[in-house]
């Protein structure tokens, strides 16, 4: 069973850094792709990064290209994000998700089937 928890989110300025973690509880973690995703307010929930299980594919939202990163430990369980120059439109609510799929391109949510409950990531200009 995959439960994920994140953390690491807050309020910071423009600019800055900020590492996003997610841990799952669960015994196949390293079987699975996993993807971050946001929610701004008013907005639909959007893909922003993805990592193949044994982390030796990525793929990134346009938006993002070049600023965030994302990682995993499979020894740890965890999955990272981590955030450089940081933007106002970078605000928003951030979900850890876990596919059956080793890999998935182009990601949708549909292609995930387990979510964390999401985190606060706020840009302040």
């Known amino acids: 069973q995959v439960q994920l928890v994140e953390s690491g989110g807050g309020l910071v300025q423009v600019g800055d850094s900020l590492r996003l973690s997610c841990t799952d509880s669960g015994q196949t973690f390293s079987r699975r792709a996993m993807a971050w995703f946001r929610q701004a307010p008013g907005k639909d929930r959007e893909f922003v990064a993805t990592?193949?299980?044994?982390?030796?594919?990525?793929d990134y939202a346009d938006s993002v290209k070049g600023r965030f990163t994302i990682s995993r430990d499979n020894t740890e369980n965890t999955v990272f994000l981590q955030m450089n120059s940081l933007k106002p439109e970078d605000t928003a609510v951030y979900y850890c998700a876990s596919s059956r799929y080793s890999r998935v391109s182009d990601p949708q949510s549909r292609d995930f089937d387990s979510w964390g409950q999401g985190i606060q990531v706020t840009v302040s200009s």
């Open positions: 990592i193949s299980r044994g982390g030796g594919f990525d």
